[in-house]
């Protein structure tokens, strides 16, 4: 479902309104615009020395089952890449140098019978050599897989955007740019 269908009622002043989809809602009483823009979120193209990339098995919905990777949403007041190492500590307990962003694409995310819109900012970065990833929060991270990226089937992958920069990340690494 769309999110702006999900407002029933003003955010603001509570007055009662007709769900429509839009980019944004205005009260017709108190004038509050709210716009429905998309949240932030932040996930890694993570080697480790022999080249492999970490994809976690997602537990839980939505895509539970699919590979993904570490990743999540970027809290308030916090950088992307400060969420990505926050995310890969509360995940699989490791920690992560040479960040450097990639590629970002649009996404939704379904929670609570809600689709909100999302831009996944993708980054690559190196597991740390004195770090080991191992399942740290079982209710997000069913299984840890290193694989390498290069055999890795796109479409084996939870979210379309995910799929995007494996692809693009793949690309990159058969046509290097010259």
């Known amino acids: 479902m769309h999110p702006s269908l999900s407002f029933k009622h003003c955010p603001s002043c509570g007055t009662p ?12 009483r108190c004038d509050y615009l709210f716009y429905l823009n998309p949240a ?22 939505p895509s539970a089952g699919k590979l993904a990777l570490v990743g999540g949403f970027v809290d308030f007041e916090e950088t992307p890449e400060q969420a990505l190492s926050r995310e890969i500590v509360e995940e699989v307990g490791a920690s992560i140098e040479e960040i450097n962003y990639f590629a970002a694409f649009p996404n939704s995310y379904q929670y609570g019978g809600i689709v909100y819109p999302v831009i996944d900012l993708f980054f690559t970065a ?22 390498n990226p290069l055999d890795v089937d796109s479409d084996s992958l939870a979210f379309p955007s ?3 920069v494996l692809s693009k990340w793949q690309q990159s690494k058969r046509h290097p740019i010259s």
């Open 17 to 28: 309104r007709t769900p429509t989809l839009e980019k944004a809602i205005r009260c017709s």
């Open 40 to 61: 932030l979120s932040a996930a890694g193209l993570i080697l480790n020395q022999r080249g492999e990339m970490l994809f976690i098995v997602r537990g839980k919905a």
């Open 126 to 147: 190196r597991l740390h050599p004195d770090s080991a990833a191992s399942i740290k929060d079982r209710a997000e991270v069913a299984a840890l897989e290193w694989m």
């Open 162 to 164: 995910m799929r995007q």
